[in-house]
T-cell receptor, first 111, second 115 residues
Framework: QKEVEQDPGPLSVPEGAIVSLNCTYSNSAFQYFMWYRQYSRKGPELLMYTYSSGNKEDGRFTAQVDKSSKYISLFIRDSQPSDSATYLCAMSGYTGNQFYFGTGTSLTVIP | GAVVSQHPSWVICKSGTSVKIECRSLDFQATTMFWYRQFPKQSLMLMATSNEGSKATYEQGVEKDKFLINHASLTLSTLTVTSAHPEDSSFYIC???????????FGQGTRLTVV
């Protein structure tokens, strides 16, 4: 079983839609959870960073962590064509010396 | 967020030659840097973790004599691909962790093509 599972998609939505991206994990020691956005041929860009369970909101983006279910989500409201990218979830334990990445979900927002 | 600069962004080299990729943290000191390799439409594959002033820790299956990593200062790590082979063609990405924090910031990536 992989440490982190993420549906690779592809996911295609119309502009303005609410997008839900999800990851599940198996290691209960994970404490830090991150979402990265990666455009084609570019390095990943950190979008959201949360610690332990709960919600965090930043503009159109909301990250949710449910440690009891080992499930994290990223919601994108009012999606824009510029949101078209691959979204990677990542997580680590207390030390942060090793990160575990999902395979990434490819998202296309259609104008 | 913190800025990590990776250079070059792309490089083409001949088989048998060596290529050096630089990763710099521009506005913070990074005690730990990570080197990844990414194949098309796949996730990041950790190659090695480097801590400033000490030898890098390589993941299983990564040849340390082929992928030389140097982390000589708190703002610079280099990856040298030695005796490059077409199989080494890939997208290489570095990331750096701010000391005391756990989130990591990524460079822009380097696309290596070995001909």
């Amino acid at each position: 079983q992989k440490e982190v599972e993420q549906d690779p998609g592809p996911l295609s939505v119309p502009e303005g839609a609410i997008v839900s991206l999800n990851c599940t994990y198996s290691n209960s020691a994970f404490q830090y959870f991150m979402w990265y956005r990666q455009y084609s041929r570019k390095g990943p860009e950190l979008l959201m960073y949360t610690y332990s369970s709960g919600n965090k909101e930043d503009g159109r983006f909301t990250a949710q962590v449910d440690k009891s279910s080992k499930y994290i989500s990223l919601f994108i409201r009012d999606s824009q064509p510029s949101d078209s990218a691959t979204y990677l979830c990542a997580m680590s334990g207390y030390t942060g010396n090793q990160f575990y990445f999902g395979t990434g979900t490819s998202l296309t927002v259609i104008p | 967020g913190a800025v990590v600069s990776q250079h070059p962004s792309w490089v083409i080299c001949k088989s048998g030659t060596s290529v050096k990729i630089e990763c710099r943290s521009l506005d913070f000191q990074a005690t730990t840097m990570f080197w990844y390799r990414q194949f098309p439409k796949q996730s990041l594959m950790l190659m090695a973790t480097s801590n400033e002033g000490s030898k890098a820790t390589y993941e299983q299956g990564v040849e340390k004599d082929k992928f030389l990593i140097n982390h000589a200062s708190l703002t610079l790590s280099t990856l040298t691909v030695t005796s490059a082979h077409p199989e080494d063609s890939s997208f290489y990405i570095c990331s750096a962790r701010v000391d005391g924090n756990t989130e990591a910031f990524f460079g822009q990536g380097t696309r290596l093509t070995v001909v």
